[in-house]
């Protein structure tokens, strides 16, 4: 699923990544706790959280996410975008819940990270 497909199932806006929404995402995850990240995501995956801290930036870079969603209509601090920016990493934000954000790209085809449907 393209980028620009997760950004209308999730009615989201870009906060930057504008230029990447014909990338193919692979898969989907949510966390919070970055631990979980390192040990579950995959390259080219969509990462749907509620955290805006540098470390989920610093995290996604190393596991290669795709995309970061950032759910419940929170707003980044501008250093967290000119970070995800810096490393070229697209940021959405989403008002669904984690859940909910979840829920929505699963009944639309993303599988989760473990392959599973």
């Known amino acids: 699923m393209k980028i620009s497909e997760i950004k209308d199932i999730l009615n989201a806006d870009m906060l930057c990544g504008d230029d990447q929404l014909d990338t193919v995402i692979v ?3 949510a966390a919070d706790l970055m631990d979980d990240v390192l ?3 995959a390259k080219g995956s969509a990462l749907l959280t ?5 470390h989920v930036i610093r995290t996604a870079k ?6 970061i969603v950032i ?3 929170k707003k980044p ?3 967290f975008v000119n970070m995800a920016k810096s490393f070229n990493i697209p940021i959405m934000l989403t008002d669904y ?6 829920g929505r ?5 993303i599988r989760g990270l473990d392959g599973s449907w």
């Open 39 to 41: 040990a579950a995501a």
């Open 77 to 79: 601090p501008a250093d």
């Open 71 to 73: 759910v419940r209509g």
């Open 62 to 67: 190393i596991v290669g996410v795709g995309v």
């Open 105 to 109: 790209l699963y009944m639309n085809g």
């Open 27 to 29: 898969a989907g995850g």
């Open 50 to 54: 509620g955290v805006t801290t540098d």
């Open 97 to 102: 819940s984690l859940f909910v954000a979840c």
